[in-house]
């Protein structure tokens, strides 16, 4: 008997009913994976001991061109100092050390290891493993890092050499706690012996060479202030600089269960994610679920609605409103089962089918999942439960003393502004969603596609191994690709696209005014098959040869127009035939400018591209690239490169790398594309379901209209006049909170493209427009439909 009124109602309006239960469904999974990965991240780095009051130290070195170079590292005299801070209780610290690793007569170049003070394990543990000690010549392993590189069964025992830091002997394979997030999947016990230039760098406060983490003592916090004044007080004062200590190093602290939030730190250590991507994925779940919601809650208004006779039928037969109420609770628990077990359904699907939900699910514990699980279905039944009270409300809210027929306009009145409100909270919804798709994706749009100043197509890049450091194994390498793909020239440089590292150097010329010869601009360091490989727009001087000077003590180079500009220089003749001065190896060098070629960005696009001067140089440096004909030769360059100890995952092609530093813009891409077009989706359904309700509701008087001499026109404008309302107030509500959502989410780009609001202003007119017409045919559809049933 009970069981029997929910199916009476799938009996009634099975489409609707069914469709009700798989879109509410869809919330509580959108829901319950924007739970998992709230309680995951909530939980990041908490497994760790006082966690509350562990931070590490970053560094900002602000340059005097006003570049600011970030880096998650400290100078190595700041440890000692801060050991002596009277408010924190203790200090630990990574060295990273890049070596070469030699196991079974192979070689790998540029491995990560990591160098660690000796009570380290005691403060921070990324391991599952408890109780961890090194001793000189241990190294403990990650089973990725053996998988990666060593390739053995069983590691434990083994003896693997580190370059020229010795051999050591692999103590134990350690797996990676799930609520960490560092990356060190090679760790040994640091000794002075470990990094290069120890006892200079020792005294060295103008670089960075440690991580340092320190435990405050309970209660109290790190401050800027209090970080500084150690510079302060210990930096010293580089002679002849522009700048005081305190002025050009800024120490900051976050805490440990923070760094794991993206800060643009290029030396990061730990895997990072985007707040703001998190912050998407949470607004796009709850945006879903609420979105979902609505839809139900309209969706279950109007099946009610085509079974009013039947409350009133069992009110006149004596049924109280305690009973109606228990009717309700009955059917929406029968709703919530059959939504949570579509919903299980749809899970099952997707961990079959999707190496990402099977990650997200299987990776974040059972607690998580179990209290996603529970949270969400608790809050979908509540959700369902006040969409039967509320319609209940409306048959319950009249008073008996009106009469009969007063009661029923009452409540169907009442009905129908349920169904408005919903209605209308859907359309701010959606409204709030496309206008932002609108804007955000032109906005990405324009930092991913915009022409950087260097060619992107067919280029491969590669970090050099200590065996391809010699000018005689490069023009070996040369041989080898040009034999091999064609390839005849190769480039080399110190940079590569988004290297965060920077030269930075003062330059200057004797038509100066003194005050502009503290200027600093960014230098890069490359061969003479630089520009033609990297495709760079040369501007004047394009009949010099680009080679290196033959006099010590003078350099050519070429200069970017942003550079020409900032020496004041008026002409190209004037730049080229300028002598230009740096000082390095403390002496003073002349620098002759052979090119003038177009700026280009070394990361990120800026308001303004930086000024650079690029030194030719023969000898080798950090990167090499080469430009393929075709770029499936990807396969015989990495080949080759390989058998040239070049580790391959430092082998990419130019369009690789920025899909890998725009990976969280293109993630936001695909979610935001994604739940827009489910939102459209959800209130195009709506509209058609509300539409088809109001032209039932209508029937009568549109044939009354009609009998008088109406036209489909007229009924048009009438149907319209009825259902614009709702559409009215969500214009005026979503229209500024979009605006001010966008001009939010835009201020965190240095160039913002104009466009944005433009384009998003567009599609939200486009959608309200959109939904009118939908109301538009839908009306015309069921009057198609009721006078065909009319006449037969």
Not at 401 to 429: E, V
Not at 566 to 579: A, C, E, F, P
């Amino acid at each position: 008997m009970l069981t029997s009124e929910f199916f009476n109602d799938l009996k009634l309006s099975p489409v609707s009913s069914l469709l009700a239960i798989l879109i509410t469904a869809i919330g509580l999974i959108s829901l319950f994976f924007v739970l998992v990965l709230y309680l995951t991240d909530s939980r990041i780095e908490k497994h760790n001991n006082n966690y509350k009051d562990i931070y590490r130290i970053e560094t900002s070195f602000n340059l005097p061109n006003g570049d600011e170079v970030k880096s998650a590292q400290i100078p190595f005299p700041l440890i000692s100092v801060l050991k002596n801070d009277k408010d924190i209780k203790s200090i630990d610290y990574i060295v990273r050390i890049f070596t070469n690793l030699h196991v079974n007569d192979k070689t790998y170049s540029n491995i990560d290891i990591y160098a660690i003070s000796t009570d380290f394990f005691n403060t921070l543990n990324p391991y599952q493993q408890k109780n961890l000690y090194l001793t000189q010549n241990e190294i403990i392993i990650t089973p990725e890092f053996n998988q990666q590189y060593l390739h053995l069964d069983n590691p434990q025992g083994h003896v693997i050499t580190l370059g020229d830091k010795g051999q050591f002997l692999i103590k134990d394979v350690v797996e990676f706690n799930p609520s960490s997030r560092f990356k060190t999947a090679a760790v040994i016990a640091f000794a002075p012996e470990i990094l290069d230039g120890y006892h200079d760098k020792r005294h060295d406060w103008y670089d960075t060479h440690a991580y340092a983490f320190i435990t405050m003592k309970s209660g109290m916090s790190p401050t800027p202030e209090q970080l500084n004044s150690h510079i302060i007080q210990h930096a010293p004062q580089l002679p002849g600089a522009p700048f005081s200590p305190e002025e050009f190093i800024q120490l900051s602290a976050r805490n440990i269960a923070d760094i794991h939030y993206d800060n643009a730190l290029p030396d990061e250590i730990s895997t990072v994610v985007s707040s703001s991507y998190l912050n998407i994925l949470y607004a796009s779940g709850i945006f879903v679920f609420f979105a979902t919601t609505m839809n139900f809650f309209n969706i279950n208004n109007v099946i009610n609605t085509k079974k009013r006779n039947s409350f009133y039928i069992k009110k006149a037969v004596g049924a109280s409103n305690f009973q109606l109420i228990i009717e309700a609770f009955l059917i929406a628990t029968f709703q919530t089962a059959f939504v949570l077990l579509v919903a299980l359904f749809i899970l099952m699907s997707l961990v079959q089918f999707s190496d990402s939900a099977r990650e997200l699910i299987f990776t974040h514990g059972s607690y998580n999942i179990s209290t996603a699980l529970s949270i969400t279905t608790v809050l979908t039944y509540a959700a369902i439960l006040l969409a039967h009270y509320l319609f209940l409300l409306t048959l319950t809210l009249p008073n008996n003393t009106y009469s009969h027929n007063i009661a029923i306009a009452a409540q169907s009145s009442q009905s129908l502004y349920m169904t408005r409100i919903m209605f209308c909270m859907q359309i701010i919804i959606a409204g709030i969603i496309i206008y932002l798709w609108a804007g955000i994706m032109t906005q990405m749009h324009f930092m991913k596609n915009y022409n950087f100043g260097y060619e992107k197509e067919n280029i491969i890049t590669f970090i050099l191994s200590d065996k391809l450091k010699s000018k005689t194994a490069i023009n070996n390498l040369q041989d080898e690709l040009r034999n091999a793909v064609g390839i005849n020239n190769i480039s080399l440089s110190s940079w590569r696209p988004f290297d965060m590292s920077r030269h930075n150097i003062s330059v200057f010329h004797n038509n100066q005014q003194e005050k502009d010869k503290l200027l600093t601009v960014n230098i890069l360091k490359v061969n003479k098959n630089f520009i033609n490989t990297w495709g760079v727009n040369i501007l004047a001087g394009e009949k010099n040869l680009l080679l290196p000077s033959d006099n010590s003590n003078v350099y050519h180079a070429v200069a970017t127009k942003s550079f020409m500009t900032l020496m004041g220089q008026q002409s190209y003749d004037h730049i080229l035939n300028t002598v230009f001065y740096i000082n390095e190896n403390n002496s003073q060098q002349s620098v002759r400018v052979l090119n003038v070629i177009d700026d280009f960005y070394l990361a990120d696009r800026e308001d303004t591209p930086p000024p650079l001067l690029i030194l030719i140089q023969n000898s080798p440096q950090r990167y090499g690239a080469v430009k393929l004909e075709n770029i499936q030769d990807f396969g015989k360059v990495e080949k080759i490169l390989k058998h040239h100890h070049v580790n391959t995952e430092h082998i990419k092609s130019i369009n690789k790398l920025h899909k890998e530093y725009f990976s969280n813009n293109i993630l936001m891409y695909n979610t935001i594309n994604t739940v827009t077009l489910f939102t459209v989706i959800l209130v195009l359904i709506s509209t058609i379901i509300i539409s088809t309700s109001e032209t039932k509701r209508l029937e009568k008087t549109l044939a009354i209209m009609e009998s008088i001499g109406g036209s489909i026109y007229t009924h048009i404008i009438f149907f319209i006049q009825q259902s614009i309302i709702p559409i009215v107030i969500a214009v005026i509500i979503s229209l500024p909170v979009s605006f001010l959502l966008l001009h939010n989410w835009l201020s965190q780009y240095s160039v913002i493209k104009g466009l944005s609001y433009v384009y998003a202003a567009g599609s939200f007119i486009s959608f309200i427009l959109c939904v009118i017409i939908v109301m538009t045919i839908t009306l015309i559809f069921n009057s198609h439909i009721l006078n065909s049933q009319k006449k037969k």
